[in-house]
């Protein structure tokens, strides 16, 4: 649930914060959609032989949010995939992923999204995740998660699944996980009715819609989760790390449809992540 401090802007000025961030979401969805289903360079960020993707399109897309951010309210930091850290002194930083979900872009898939967070310092006060190509946008902020397709808003509602016998769950990818995590998620994935791979931050807010129940992955950053966090968590979901600690710092994430699905799935997550732990 919503934290308040000190940081976070009055109901008038949350408003205000949100049509904003709506428009750095249009102006990311038009960077990025020429470039989409099309030729493109891609680039490796990775020099150990394996393969993080990046390209034009992402690095355009955080470049001109970026420069509205600055230019609309220059004492917010601002956090990006792939430029950095700003510093700001106003308490409320920007966290933006331009593409989460860059290999499924350069695959042609349209489960990436545009991510954009505003926190506080303790948790994300708002966050959206745009999906241009099928002119869906979710939204949590206040007490609320909708969706918004083709001018048509729904307000957002996780199932009401109790019982990982009967839950649908989703991770993007197994290579996401080392090796003992990748132990534990299969533990998990055995006592659910159905695992599928491959959505990114779709299925954050599939499960949000009431489609999926489960979400579990590893080696997050901050930029990967923290706009998706208000939009399961307004939508009656749990977000936290393996050990039900904040999952504003990425890692090993797990959201659930409820507090009591949320319950069963750390009772097999908590224990691999405690021993991790224990090692390092």
Not at 97 to 120: E, H, K, M, N, Y
Request: with cysteine; proline share 5%.
């Amino acid at each position: 649930m919503a934290v308040k401090t000190t940081n976070s802007p009055k109901d008038s000025e949350l408003q205000a914060l949100v049509q904003f961030a709506c428009s750095l979401a249009d102006v990311a969805g038009e960077t990025i959609l020429p470039h989409f289903r099309q030729p493109l360079l891609i680039d490796n960020k990775l020099e150990d032989g394996s393969f993080d993707p990046v390209t034009i399109a992402d690095r355009n897309a955080e470049l001109k949010m970026r420069a509205a951010i600055q230019a609309q309210y220059p004492s917010h930091g601002i956090i990006g995939e792939e430029f950095g850290e700003s510093k700001g002194d106003s308490g409320l930083i920007w966290v933006l992923d331009p593409i989460d979900g860059t290999r499924a872009f350069i695959s042609g898939l349209p489960v990436w999204g545009v991510l954009i967070a505003l926190f506080d310092g303790t948790y994300p006060i708002l966050g959206i995740m745009d999906q241009p190509f099928t002119q869906e946008r979710f939204i949590g902020v206040g007490k609320r998660s909708v969706s918004i397709h083709r001018g048509v808003e729904t307000v957002l509602q996780t199932r009401g699944c109790e019982n990982l016998s009967s839950a649908i769950m989703m991770s993007t990818a197994p290579d996401m996980f080392d090796k003992s995590e990748f132990a534990v998620q299969q533990l998990l994935a055995n006592q659910v009715k159905l695992l599928r791979y491959g959505a990114d931050c779709y299925g954050y807010s599939m499960l949000a819609s009431g489609h999926i129940d489960l979400v579990v992955e590893a080696g997050l950053s901050a930029y990967d989760i923290q706009a998706l966090i208000p939009i399961v968590e307004n939508a009656g979901g749990v977000v936290t790390d393996w050990l039900g600690g904040t999952a504003v710092n990425g890692g090993q994430v797990v959201a659930a449809a409820t507090p009591e699905l949320h319950v069963q799935a750390l009772s097999i997550l908590a224990p691999a992540a405690r021993k991790s732990a224990s090692i390092l």
